[in-house]
């Protein structure tokens, strides 16, 4: 039998399920590994054993009773520190929310309890989920578990290497421009953006809130569908949360898929795409056309624009959104202010410039910019446009065909430092995901080889919007075993 | 850009930047919105502004009272209450004693 941590999703929870396996064993064991690892990889920002085995220790009680248990049967999860568990600090990253305890949880986290997940602990992240590398952490940068020196991409890079590294089976990330996909690629676990309106933001803090999407990490496609399933559904106190039925992922994805057709957007294949990156994704599509899969181009003619679109769009919400913090309500408040004159507004400015970091405020400034007057219908509402370009080359597409299958990213893991002192360069390697969250559809990250130097490579699926099990289908025909993309060294 | 304008751009985002993190940002503000002409490229004649991902609608709600936050948690991280509101510095003039 493989140690726990090595253990795929459907074994887990086959004895979890026959009683074979407790959750406070589970727990126990997600625990020192976190114990074992976290010093090295800063994955977790906090944990909290005794709630995780409390909780743990109630699954077990009423499964011992025979009461019914919630679909996740006490499997450890991880929650990305932008997700509000009241009581539980919630940082977000940053010096700003450093001592803020949320009175309230998020819609998510009632969610993962009603459904039996075991929550360990709070999960590094870029500051306000802004960055592509989880370096901008107000807690220190993560470390990418298949070779320490690099970065486990961003912004949700603690939630992709404490999966990578065997600390909790599954975590929950948010995608605001690629921000589960991406990390997911670099450490070689599977990641999903679901549908916008699929999955309540309610309790997520806020970064640009006409693209951010909660969604899960896996080691499988299983456990991705699964947790999707626990997740997602209507929740009435976020009005974009869309009330439509949740499928049963987590049985769906299995059943198999006649006639899939599959697009290849040429785009994707020009300057900047890494070689081994290329030939590991043109091996993945091959997968999945032996699998019976028809291949065929498709035209995203505006995709070469959704970088620019995105970062205008992006700071512009929020530059708004978080100008609630502002020293009164919550969150950093100055010590040192001119209460005499411009009082409140002294402190508005120092309580701010004290608490975000250098790249929350580069997108403040440049989001306040783009909404200015004079600029706005230069910058702001020619984005917007342009995003529906983007949207409309999505629609076409997929009159076509059924998913669309390309690279995640142009490259495997940059090194830690490598991008951080040129934010256009850091931007740029956003640019295959950035498209599904201005255009609203789902897309997932599946491992699909290594580079040469032995850095795991995502395949990217994008879907029509609400297509969550034809991707989570297509995806379970693209995945390899392990074996394949061969084992994370510190696993 | 000019250093007063990245000035009147902080100070409309209420951020105290030192004189250096002006220089820095306006440097990267010139240079990403240099990236971002590459938008100029793209027809958008009869393009509807799309402001989200999907077609919103507005959503009702009947007018009942329900429980929300007691003030206590509502104060629990506030940096500075008097344990019944928020404090904030003086706003309005006193008048002379």
Redesign the interface.
């Known amino acids: 039998m493989p140690e726990l941590h090595e253990q795929s999703t459907d074994s887990l929870l086959a004895s979890l399920q026959a009683g074979d396996l407790a959750s406070r064993t589970l727990t126990t064991a997600c625990l020192a590994r976190i114990d074992q690892l976290n010093s090295k990889l800063n994955a977790f920002i906090s944990v909290d054993a005794d709630a995780a085995l409390a909780q743990a220790d109630s699954v077990d009680t009423r499964r011992a009773a025979g009461e019914a248990i919630g679909m996740l049967q006490g499997l450890p999860v991880g929650i990305k520190d932008n997700m509000c568990q009241a009581g539980v600090a919630t940082t977000c990253g940053s010096r700003m929310l450093n ?6 949880s998020a819609h998510v986290v009632e969610r993962l309890n009603a459904e039996d997940g075991v929550i360990v602990g709070k999960l590094n992240m870029d500051e306000f989920a802004m960055g592509s590398s989880t370096e901008t952490s107000a807690s220190g940068a993560t470390r990418n578990p298949w070779d320490t020196d690099h970065s486990p991409g961003g912004s949700s890079g603690g939630a992709a290497a404490a999966v990578a590294a065997g600390m909790v089976p599954l975590a929950l990330g948010s995608d605001t421009g690629g921000s589960i996909r991406q990390p997911a690629s670099f450490c070689g676990v599977v990641g999903m953006k679901p ?3 699929r999955v309540s933001r309610f309790g997520l803090v806020a970064f640009a809130s ?2 951010d999407q909660i969604g899960p990490f896996a080691k499988d496609v299983h456990g991705a569908a699964l947790l999707l399933q626990a997740i997602a559904g209507h929740d ?1 106190r976020d ?2 949360s ?1 009330d439509s039925d949740v499928a049963n992922y987590s049985v769906q994805h299995r059943q198999s898929l006649e006639g899939l057709r599959i697009g290849i957007v040429d785009e994707h294949y020009g300057e900047g795409l890494d070689d081994e990156v290329e030939t590991a994704v043109r091996s993945g599509i091959a997968r999945l056309e032996s699998a019976g899969a028809t291949v065929r181009s498709v035209k995203l003619s ?1 995709a ?2 959704s ?3 995105y ?2 769009i992006a700071p512009s919400e929020a ?1 708004s959104n978080l ?1 609630r913090y ?8 100055t010590e040192n ?1 001119d ?1 005499k004159n411009d ?8 309580s ?3 608490g ?1 970091g ?1 790249e929350v ?2 997108r ?3 989001g ?2 783009a909404l ?1 007057s004079g600029y706005y219908d230069a ?1 702001y ?9 983007i ?1 409309e080359d999505f629609d076409k597409a997929f009159s076509d065909v059924d998913v669309i299958a390309g690279p995640v990213a142009p490259t495997a893991a940059f090194r830690i430092g490598e991008k951080m002192n040129d ?2 360069a850091m ?1 740029l390697s956003d640019i295959y995901t950035i498209g599904a ?4 559809i789902p897309g997932i990250s599946v491992p699909c080889g290594l580079t040469s130097a032995g850095l795991p490579i995502g395949l990217q699926l994008q879907a029509p ?1 609400f297509s969550e099990t034809t991707l989570l289908q297509a995806a379970a025909m693209a995945e390899t075993s392990g074996e394949t993309i061969g084992a994370c060294p510190v696993a | 850009m000019e250093i007063d304008e ?1 000035r009147k ?2 100070s ?6 030192s004189d250096q ?1 002006l220089q820095t ?1 306006g440097q ?2 010139t ?3 240099g ?2 002409e ?2 100029n ?4 004649e009869d ?8 077609d ?1 609608q507005n ?1 009702f ?1 009947t007018d009942e009272r329900c429980l929300s ?1 007691d003030r206590e ?2 104060l ?5 209450t008097d344990g019944q509101f ?1 404090q ?4 309005l003039e006193q008048k002379d004693a």
């Open positions: 001592n803020y305890r949320p009175p309230y549908t916008y309106g006409s693209l009435t009005t974009t869309v505006h070469k624009y970088v620019a679109t970062y205008l530059s100008a502002d020293g009164i309500h919550y969150g950093h408040r202010f209460s009082g409140l507004l002294d402190l508005y400015r120092r701010r410039g004290e975000f250098a405020k580069r403040i400034m440049l306040t910019y200015s910058y509402l020619k984005a917007l446009k342009v995003r529906r370009r949207r934010p256009l931007y969250n201005l255009a609203g919007a | 990245i751009v902080a409309l985002a209420r951020l105290e930047l993190e940002y990267n503000l240079e990403i919105l990236y971002v590459v938008l490229e793209v027809d958008i393009a509807l502004p799309m402001p989200h991902a999907v919103l959503v709600r936050l948690a509502a629990s991280n506030a940096p500075k928020f904030v510095p003086q706003i």
